[in-house]
């Protein structure tokens, strides 16, 4: 009998404002230790909380990008529980009234061994505005930890799925498709090695049809990869205790990414008492519709839907247009060279998932680290498109353009890499040929068609591989028809 | 010089009759003879208190004076103040010095006026003695036997003794109105929202109010004049257009509809207090007012919920108070944990950790609803009262305090008791209403009496004119402790 | 609805864990028979009917206001480290925490 996997995902993603939730003091990632840490983020005694509105709409941003509900009116509470970089003794999130509920993601899950790729849509539970604790340095200070508080006071949106997942690889790639989402409508940077994005996942098993079995919390999984293995250890080491027997108890676990395991933080019973309650300090949040109205206005055209419509307008498979969607500068860029080349959406996509994403795993690069820009190979596919140069030109056009920069005039120029597309020129290049090679031109009047390409071959020679190839070859098949 | 109101304080500063720093002086010889004894001030600061003073004469000088530039005020230890010592009447804050200032005494600094020191008070706010200080228990002015009230017993001492010519003081249950009684002298809790919390250290932040305590309701008027305003640090300050608390002072009282609360002079008030108020009602009669019996039905359930409520609010707050980044650190523990604990413990005083453990009782899990979500409910029955009785009232009156001031440890050690002693003034502090006291009397104990009067939200203009024009036509107000 | 008002010393004990206060057994006997004493004055509030009655959490109805995302505060490290305990770095240094 087999088993099923059961995963909801709760992840972290830190807002991209300039300034923390709670009060100005700024963002900024890598300061030295505590001097960002104002009056408000020391929780000095007095002071006071005002919610930063950059923040807001940034929740009401994601939450209009998966179509949730936004709340007009949220509240929120205080998490009470003691920890050094929890610096009032509690932590501003929300509770029972958080600002989105009840969104979703539709995610697409890459085939893999049988299994053919498919799509799903998840199902996001709420998402809730808090703010971030600060860092624990655990470097030796004489035996003691020390506490950065930079961090603290930085806006975060959880935002939690329900149990829809069933493997760790649609785990994936739902957190793939957030972590996709939030860069693409600029309310979180993605940077996962700076913590920007972090997940929880939420793991039982059970035999399909029966209730949903106890779950256990994996904490702080920072990478896809990590996210995975640690889904599947989590798995496989409940299996093993249910199937030997024992009974899972409801806990929070921590991943060991160089053992590849996970262990115990705390049980049920010694789960803390948050005592949550609504923050006196702070007054119900109100979103307006007209609100509301302004911030779907700045919203961009969202994955999916530009996804659609490539398929639709550009007649593009639905592997190319995901590829093309797989980040906003990614498909700011296949349409910013679209716009060079208008209707060559072929040409234009094959050229930026082949030469292009090759080039750029090559040189292990994001696509905003690119050293093309779009317009530049907008400027050697329009050279391509009107027959100054052949493909080949083009890709040695792009080579150096990758490595020493430039336009793609000026090194068409310097490369001498122009075709002839002198009819003329090309006539009196054939001529010359079928005169030397009477004896094959007989040979292939009789009917030896594969000597075409011999002909192809010597022609392009004499012009030193400039011939205008389509040009060329209507010429020589109407001289060699005789 | 000492019993002059802040009007004519002010006057005689402007016409350099007198300098900032003579008056300024003044006080801090006259703290330096009495505090001893009364231990209404934690800390002065003569130096800082002098600079102060010098920079006032200057502005004074050049005419660019506010009406309280060059006048000491007192503060209560509540307010960070930078440079000075801020504790909070705590141990936990014994060495804290204050990094910024709050609100409150930002608008100070602005007018010019001088901070005289540091009032004493009970630990955190909490406490309606001033027993509960870690820097011993206030005084009596009247009668050194007797507590000050609480919490802002240190503030109510320093105005009824003449040690500043007027203080700050907070209110989250009574804290500024009960002292005031307590002390003879007169205090204002604004409507909650009128005045910023920010840089006062919180005890029940949606309870929390700060306002002044002096001599006279013309004096609070100046005092409220600086202190109120819109706040952007604080979320919970509101956003009014400024106004002159003093514009009203002078208006007549006919028609003025007062309305007494028939569950204020039920059981439990003292015949002292009972009779005294009731004779400053005769007065109010006299001066063109009308009387109408209200009722407060929910207002015998506010103890038990501020009781609730105010401890549940408070545990949070004082969580940051961990021995981290500021405050008492314990000098030996085994670990995190027990470094926490025991600094918590030593730092913290028997009443503030009751106070403590009350409201992690009641918001923990299994009880929320019960105690917490419960209490904010009769909350609300308790402000529609208010709501109701103001339809047929335009103030309303009563005492302040079920007793004039008791003795030491005479409330012995049942909290409840304490805690039933601000009967009367904490469902002003649930419905976010204003509220004052002004001294109506002594009782056969020759320990003042003092009158409450209820206002509508954001009232207090009216409700100064109500005091101010009492004032006008009685005495008590200007009665001083004699003998000290 | 009435919670009980007994109040077990192993309540008083999780209460003190809960709130970080260290507490002997004598003060945690002397705290539960003061708490007995508070909770029996907060009982009275269970006889109340508040069937839709909304919670009141605030005394006045306003809604929160926001801050403009702009920052807004400099550097005061040097100044707030003056007045804590044990700082080295720059940083807060607090016995050694372990996961």
Redesign the interface.
């Given at each position: 009998m087999t088993w099923e996997i059961v995963i909801g995902l709760e992840v972290h993603a830190q807002l991209s404002?300039?300034?923390k939730i709670f009060?100005?003091?700024?963002t900024a990632f890598g300061a030295?230790?505590?001097?960002?840490?104002?009056?408000v983020s020391?929780?000095?005694?007095?002071?006071?909380?005002?919610?930063?509105?950059?923040?807001?709409e940034r929740a009401i941003k994601f939450g209009l990008a998966v179509g949730a509900h936004i709340a007009p009116?949220s509240?929120?509470a205080?998490k009470?529980y003691?920890?050094?970089d929890l610096?009032?003794?509690?932590q501003i999130s929300q509770f029972d009234l958080p600002v989105v509920g009840n969104g979703q993601l539709t995610i697409h899950v890459p085939a893999s061994g049988k299994t053919a790729a498919y799509e799903k849509t998840v199902r996001i539970t709420r998402a809730h505005l808090e703010e971030d604790a600060g860092k624990?340095?655990?470097e030796d200070?004489h035996?003691?930890?020390?506490?950065?508080?930079n961090r603290a006071g930085t806006p975060l949106l959880e935002i939690v799925s329900e149990p829809d997942m069933r493997s760790a690889a649609e785990a994936v790639a739902y957190a793939k498709a957030l972590h996709t989402l939030v860069q693409w409508i600029g309310i979180c940077d993605g940077n996962m090695q700076e913590g920007s994005f972090r997940c929880d996942a939420n793991v039982s098993v059970r035999r399909p049809g029966s209730p949903l079995g106890t779950r256990r919390e994996v904490k702080n999984l920072n990478s896809f990869r990590f996210l995975e293995q640690a889904i599947n250890y989590e798995v496989q080491w409940q299996v093993n205790t249910l199937e030997s027997g024992g009974a899972i108890q409801q806990a929070t676990v921590?991943f060991d990414p160089d053992k590849g395991e996970t262990r115990m933080?705390r049980t049920k019973e010694e789960a803390h008492?948050y005592?949550?309650?609504?923050d006196?300090?702070?007054?119900?949040?109100?979103i307006s519709e007209e609100w509301k109205k302004q911030v779907r206005a700045t919203l961009p055209e969202l994955p999916h839907v530009k996804q659609a419509r490539y398929v639709k307008e550009f007649g593009l498979s639905a592997y190319d247009a995901s590829i093309l969607t797989a980040s906003r500068e990614m498909a700011n860029f296949f349409e910013t060279v679209l716009a060079a080349v208008p209707g060559d959406v072929k040409m234009c996509a094959n050229w930026i998932m082949g030469e292009v994403n090759a080039q750029l795993n090559r040189d292990g690069l994001e696509m905003t680290q690119c050293p093309i820009s779009a317009q530049q190979l907008g400027g050697i596919l329009q050279r391509i498109a009107d027959n100054t140069i052949s493909n080949s030109g083009a890709k040695e056009v792009f080579r150096t353009m990758w490595a020493e920069g430039g336009e793609a005039d000026t090194i068409i120029e310097a490369k001498g890499l122009k075709q002839v597309s002198d009819s003329g020129a090309i006539e009196a290049l054939v001529d010359e040929i079928i005169a030397a090679n009477a004896d094959k031109v007989a040979e292939y009047r009789s009917g030896k068609d594969k000597l075409f390409g011999f002909f192809v071959g010597l022609a392009m020679k004499a012009s030193q591989g400039k011939a205008n190839p389509a040009q060329l070859n209507e010429i020589l098949k109407q001289k060699l028809a005789g | 010089m000492l019993d002059s109101s802040l009007q004519q304080l002010g006057s005689a500063l402007r016409a350099r009759k007198i300098s900032s720093v003579e008056l300024t002086q003044l006080y801090l010889d006259r703290i330096a003879a009495l505090n001893p004894a009364l231990n209404a001030y934690i800390t002065n600061n003569a130096e800082a208190s002098l600079a102060q003073a010098r920079a006032a004469d200057m502005l004074l000088s050049e005419g660019k004076a506010h009406p309280l530039t060059g006048i000491p005020v007192a503060q209560k230890d509540i307010f960070c103040a930078k440079g000075w010592r801020t504790t909070c009447g705590s141990k936990m804050l014994e060495n804290f010095i204050a990094p910024y200032d709050a609100h409150v005494i930002k608008q100070f600094n602005n007018a010019g006026a001088v901070n005289l020191g540091k009032t004493n008070m009970d630990e955190f706010a909490m406490g309606s003695s001033n027993e509960t200080s870690y820097f011993g228990a206030v005084k009596n002015p009247w009668d050194q036997k007797a507590v000050p009230g609480g919490s802002s017993g240190g503030s109510a001492c320093a105005v009824a003794a003449r040690l500043c010519a007027a203080a700050t003081g907070t209110d989250t249950g009574g804290s500024i109105r009960q002292p005031a009684a307590l002390c003879g002298v007169s205090g204002l809790k604004p409507t909650y929202g009128v005045v910023s919390r920010y840089g006062m250290i919180a005890f029940a932040s949606s309870l929390d109010q700060a306002g002044p305590m002096a001599r006279s309701a013309e004096d609070l008027a100046m005092m409220l004049n600086v202190m109120a305003g819109f706040d952007e640090r604080d979320s919970t300050s509101l956003q009014r257009d400024k106004e002159d608390y003093a514009r009203d002072l002078e208006k007549p009282l006919n028609g003025l509809r007062i309305g007494l609360p028939k569950e204020f002079f039920a059981g439990g008030l003292s015949n002292d207090v009972a009779q005294a108020v009731e004779t400053a009602i005769a007065e109010y009669r006299k001066l063109g007012a009308t009387i109408v019996e209200i009722t407060l039905p929910n207002s015998r359930l506010s103890v038990p919920v501020y009781y609730v409520l105010a401890p549940a609010e408070a545990s949070s707050n004082l969580s940051r108070f961990d021995g981290v980044r500021y405050g008492y650190r314990a000098p030996e523990y085994s670990d995190l944990t027990d470094m926490y604990e025991k600094s918590r413990a030593q730092g913290f005083g028997a009443e503030v950790k009751r106070r403590i453990m009350i409201g992690t009782y009641v918001l923990s899990h299994g009880y929320y609803d019960a105690y917490y979500l419960q209490a904010q409910k009769i909350r609300r029955l308790i402000a529609q009262d208010f709501t109701e009785a103001y339809k047929q009232c335009d103030v309303i009156m009563g005492p302040t305090s079920p007793s004039t001031a008791f003795k030491f440890g005479e409330k012995g050690d049942d909290p409840v008791q304490m805690y039933l002693s601000d009967i009367y003034t904490i469902a002003v502090n649930l419905a976010g209403l204003p509220g004052m006291s002004i001294p109506c009397g002594f009782g056969s104990d020759n320990m003042p009496v003092g009158l409450q009067i209820i206002g509508n939200y954001f009232d207090e203009a009216r409700m100064l004119n109500v005091a101010h024009q009492y004032q006008l036509a009685t005495d008590w107000h200007s009665r001083a402790p004699q003998g000290l | 609805m009435s919670p009980t008002i007994y109040l077990a010393n192993a309540d008083v004990r999780k209460v003190a864990r809960l709130a970080r206060l260290a507490m002997s057994e004598t003060e945690i006997e002397a705290a539960r028979a003061q708490l007995a004493g508070i909770f029996e004055l907060i009982a009275e509030m269970q006889a109340v009917n508040t069937q839709n009655i909304a919670p009141m959490s605030h005394a006045q109805d306003v809604s929160q206001r926001l801050r403009e995302d702009v920052v807004t505060e400099t550097d005061q490290r040097e100044l707030f480290q003056t007045i804590a305990p044990q700082v080295e770095a720059g940083l807060y240094l607090v016995p050694q925490v372990i996961e």
């Open positions: 404002t300039s300034s009060c100005g003091a700024s030295e230790p505590n001097t960002q840490a104002d009056a020391i929780a000095l005694p007095g002071v006071l909380p005002v919610l930063n509105k950059g923040a807001v009116r509240v929120f205080r009470n003691f920890y050094p610096p009032k003794g509690y624990s340095l655990h200070f035996g003691m930890t020390g506490i950065d508080l921590l933080m008492d005592r949550y309650f609504p006196p300090d702070l007054l119900p949040l109100d | - | -």
